[in-house]
């Protein structure tokens, strides 16, 4: 037991799936983020309908100690509605571009949630009892006719089927000009950040009038504009520091107690481009679309069109490591504009103890590097695997000019069937993994 | 030329995405957008680059080289080849202006000068119908500037 196990020794069980069975999928049910609380226990989702859904692992049954708790439909609830903003006459979609869990304080639960413009602060919370035998009102809740109040009693609490009920207890809202791309609670528990193209707000997660602008990287010139932010991240256990990533594949660090803005970088990651792999398609597929720090704090990991890179954090220069996902994607890029797949933008995410990374690629795989085996390993997520407990295969696509049995060739693989969002559980080698409308969980297989 | 014909589908395809992505919901993605005019950039002076080089007029030599397909490399003095220097006048044997076209320069804003580049400089040679209409459109709606200046003005209606 534990987050370690490399892919060397690790099998991956197909656990769960959830979601529509349909082929033909809805648009509002497209899963736009996934991610896990800070126990595991919960786990929740976002889709393009401004939902929020949240599942809650059932705890490890004694019967069969081999199989850990499945997650079950915990809470269900409309975070986002779509708007409309009447001075730029242009629609604000409902979609959940991100979800971040707040640490856990009492007995409720909190998250935050955002769209392309306003950040909500949820609060989950469970009622398991309810007051009864009020003195003034009747038990369906309407008040009694005084006239027949003789007595007095005290409402007492009797238990009462489980109710989890979703409150939004802040709005953050008119604070971002253009799309919120992320956001990111600080380790104090106090602060976070939210980042639109070209901005980086500082909020206090108890004031929502107003926020304080760290970050601004838009040119007075908007013709001189050439980059924006695609990331932005707390540090895990410095609350001072933060990334953010940018479309030109660089990643700034920024320290807050150096000044008040953050315009001017502490540190600036950045590898120099390899000129044989110089395209027409160069800026594209060097754009970083996710940045993650390790849970130790010491790595970032960034993620672009074709690679995984580890950075760490005392050198600037280049990376660490270096993974490449979907290499043979390297000569088809034309093709991969003209379908729109090459602005796709995937996510990537730590194993708890940071021995290995994940991140999705076409055909519904998803690919797995372990970091200290220096091994990687390619898993697919689909309905024909879905027996319960049934071990994964890894899968291979083929690059040469001979196909090998049970390979898939480069030209056969879906690209409208992409792995944009996985999370890792954070204590245990469990793992959710968002197909465009449903939602895989895997398990290690336990003996 | 091959990288010329490949920089003019390229660009034809980025022009055709940046006008679509004007009426997805959500309105204009910057990010995108910015991507996208990267692309139409280096797509636009591969042409400028390849049609001079075809017209023999450039003031410095071309080092390209074509690849398959369309992933050309990029020549090193793309980033000097201003389109300013480009004169109106130079025009292709066959890019006579369709006549729904203004045949007049209209007045450039300030600052735009290093942006827009002449009209018949980078005309399509001879152009798809669609593209042409397209391109009819867009220069329609925005007269007095190159196709850098059609995408800065979408930008800028963010």
Same mark, same amino acid.
């Given at each position: 037991?534990?987050?370690?196990?490399?892919?060397? &020794?690790?099998?991956?069980? #197909?656990?769960?799936?959830?979601?529509?069975? @349909?082929? @033909?999928?809805?648009?509002?049910?497209?899963?736009?983020?996934?991610?896990?609380?800070?126990?595991?226990?919960?786990?929740?989702?976002? &889709?393009?309908?401004?939902?929020?859904?949240? #599942?809650?692992?059932?705890?490890?049954?004694?019967?069969?100690?081999?199989?850990?708790?499945?997650?079950?439909?915990?809470?269900?609830?409309?975070?986002? +509605?779509?708007?409309?903003?009447?001075?730029?006459?242009?629609?604000?979609?409902?979609?959940?571009?991100?979800?971040?869990?707040?640490?856990?304080?009492?007995?409720?639960?909190?998250?935050?949630?955002?769209?392309?413009?306003?950040?909500?602060?949820?609060?989950?919370?469970?009622?398991?009892?309810?007051?009864?035998?009020?003195?003034?009102?009747?038990?369906?809740?309407?008040?009694? &006719?005084?006239?027949?109040?003789?007595?007095?009693?005290?409402?007492?609490?009797?238990?009462?089927?489980?109710?989890?009920?979703?409150?939004?207890?802040?709005?953050?809202?008119?604070?971002?000009?253009?799309?919120?791309?992320?956001?990111?609670?600080?380790?104090?528990?106090?602060?976070?950040?939210?980042?639109?193209?070209?901005?980086?707000?500082?909020?206090?997660?108890?004031?929502?009038?107003?926020?304080?602008?760290?970050?601004?990287?838009?040119?007075?010139?908007?013709?001189?504009?050439?980059?924006?932010?695609?990331?932005? +991240?707390?540090?895990?256990?410095?609350?001072?520091?933060?990334?953010?990533?940018?479309?030109?594949?660089?990643?700034?660090?920024?320290?807050?107690?150096?000044?008040?803005?953050?315009?001017?970088?502490?540190?600036?990651?950045?590898?120099?481009?390899?000129?044989?792999?110089?395209?027409?398609?160069?800026?594209?597929?060097?754009?970083?679309?996710?940045?993650?720090?390790?849970?130790?704090?010491?790595?970032?990991?960034?993620?672009?069109?074709?690679?995984?890179?580890?950075?760490?954090?005392?050198?600037?220069?280049?990376?660490?490591?270096?993974?490449?996902?979907?290499?043979?994607?390297?000569? !088809?890029?034309?093709?991969?504009?003209?379908? @729109?797949?090459?602005? &796709?933008?995937?996510?990537?995410?730590?194993?708890?103890?940071?021995?290995?990374?994940?991140?999705?690629?076409?055909?519904?795989?998803?690919?797995?590097?372990?970091?200290?085996?220096?091994?990687?390993?390619?898993?697919?997520?689909?309905?024909?695997?879905?027996?319960?407990?049934?071990?994964?295969?890894?899968? !291979?696509?083929?690059?040469?000019?001979?196909?090998?049995?049970?390979?898939?060739?480069?030209?056969?693989? @879906?690209?409208?069937?992409?792995?944009?969002? *996985?999370?890792?559980?954070?204590?245990?080698?469990?793992?959710?993994?968002? *197909?465009?409308?449903?939602?895989?969980? #895997?398990?290690?297989?336990?003996? | 030329?091959?990288?010329?014909?490949? /920089?003019?589908?390229?660009?034809?395809?980025?022009?055709?995405?940046?006008?679509?992505?004007?009426?997805?919901?959500? =309105? %204009?993605?910057?990010?995108?957008? %910015? %991507?996208?005019?990267?692309?139409?950039?280096?797509?636009?002076?591969?042409?400028?680059?390849?049609?001079?080089?075809?017209?023999?007029?450039?003031?410095?030599?071309?080092?390209?080289?074509?690849?398959? =397909?369309?992933?050309?490399?990029?020549?090193?003095?793309?980033?000097?080849?201003?389109?300013?220097?480009?004169?109106?006048?130079?025009? =292709?044997?066959?890019?006579?202006?369709?006549?729904?076209?203004?045949?007049?320069? /209209?007045? %450039?804003?300030?600052?735009?000068?290093?942006?827009?580049?002449?009209?018949?400089?980078?005309?399509?040679?001879?152009?798809?119908?669609?593209?042409?209409?397209? =391109?009819?459109?867009?220069?329609?709606?925005?007269?007095?500037?190159?196709?850098?200046?059609?995408?800065?003005?979408?930008?800028?209606?963010?």
């Amino acid at each position: 037991m534990g987050a370690g196990g490399g892919t060397s &020794d690790v099998q991956w069980c #197909f656990s769960q799936v959830k979601g529509a069975i @349909d082929d @033909d999928v809805a648009e509002a049910d497209i899963i736009s983020t996934v991610e896990f609380n800070h126990s595991g226990e919960l786990l929740a989702t976002g &889709d393009k309908g401004g939902r929020v859904v949240i #599942f809650q692992q059932e705890p490890e049954s004694k019967n069969q100690p081999q199989c850990r708790g499945e997650y079950n439909v915990y809470s269900t609830f409309q975070s986002h +509605e779509p708007e409309f903003d009447y001075l730029k006459s242009l629609e604000i979609e409902e979609k959940i571009n991100k979800i971040r869990w707040l640490p856990q304080k009492n007995a409720a639960q909190f998250l935050l949630s955002t769209n392309d413009k306003t950040i909500k602060l949820w609060k989950i919370s469970e009622r398991d009892k309810r007051p009864e035998g009020y003195n003034l009102k009747e038990e369906d809740g309407r008040y009694r &006719d005084l006239n027949t109040v003789t007595t007095l009693r005290v409402p007492v609490f009797r238990p009462m089927d489980l109710m989890v009920e979703a409150s939004p207890r802040r709005v953050f809202a008119n604070a971002h000009t253009y799309h919120v791309n992320s956001i990111s609670v600080n380790s104090d528990c106090e602060t976070y950040l939210s980042a639109d193209d070209l901005r980086i707000n500082l909020w206090n997660l108890e004031i929502t009038d107003r926020s304080f602008n760290i970050v601004d990287i838009k040119p007075t010139n908007m013709e001189e504009l050439t980059e924006v932010i695609t990331a932005v +991240e707390f540090h895990p256990n410095q609350c001072n520091t933060f990334v953010y990533s940018s479309s030109k594949g660089t990643i700034r660090l920024c320290d807050m107690r150096a000044s008040a803005l953050c315009d001017k970088h502490a540190k600036q990651f950045e590898e120099p481009e390899d000129p044989n792999n110089r395209s027409f398609f160069s800026e594209i597929i060097s754009s970083i679309s996710d940045v993650k720090f390790s849970h130790s704090g010491r790595y970032m990991m960034t993620r672009d069109y074709l690679s995984v890179k580890i950075w760490d954090l005392n050198m600037e220069s280049r990376p660490v490591e270096t993974y490449q996902v979907h290499e043979y994607l390297r000569s !088809k890029l034309c093709s991969l504009y003209e379908n @729109d797949c090459i602005f &796709d933008k995937f996510e990537c995410c730590w194993n708890g103890n940071d021995s290995v990374v994940m991140t999705g690629s076409y055909n519904n795989f998803f690919r797995m590097f372990d970091r200290g085996y220096r091994q990687d390993v390619t898993l697919e997520a689909s309905r024909e695997n879905s027996k319960p407990r049934s071990v994964l295969k890894p899968r !291979k696509v083929s690059t040469g000019g001979k196909r090998k049995k049970d390979e898939i060739s480069v030209d056969s693989l @879906d690209f409208n069937k992409k792995i944009l969002h *996985t999370a890792w559980h954070p204590l245990d080698n469990i793992i959710a993994v968002a *197909t465009t409308n449903n939602l895989y969980i #895997f398990q290690e297989k336990l003996n | 030329m091959e990288v010329n014909v490949e /920089a003019r589908r390229i660009l034809a395809v980025s022009i055709s995405k940046l006008y679509a992505s004007r009426t997805q919901r959500g =309105g %204009l993605r910057l990010h995108r957008s %910015l %991507l996208l005019s990267m692309v139409m950039r280096s797509a636009r002076d591969i042409y400028h680059s390849s049609r001079e080089t075809e017209g023999q007029t450039s003031e410095e030599p071309m080092e390209t080289s074509s690849k398959e =397909g369309c992933d050309s490399e990029i020549t090193e003095d793309k980033e000097n080849m201003s389109p300013t220097k480009q004169s109106r006048k130079r025009r =292709g044997k066959a890019s006579a202006a369709p006549d729904f076209l203004p045949s007049k320069r /209209a007045r %450039l804003e300030p600052g735009e000068e290093r942006y827009a580049a002449p009209m018949g400089s980078w005309r399509f040679d001879p152009p798809p119908t669609h593209i042409a209409h397209q =391109g009819a459109d867009l220069h329609q709606r925005s007269r007095d500037r190159g196709i850098t200046g059609t995408m800065v003005q979408a930008l800028r209606s963010i």
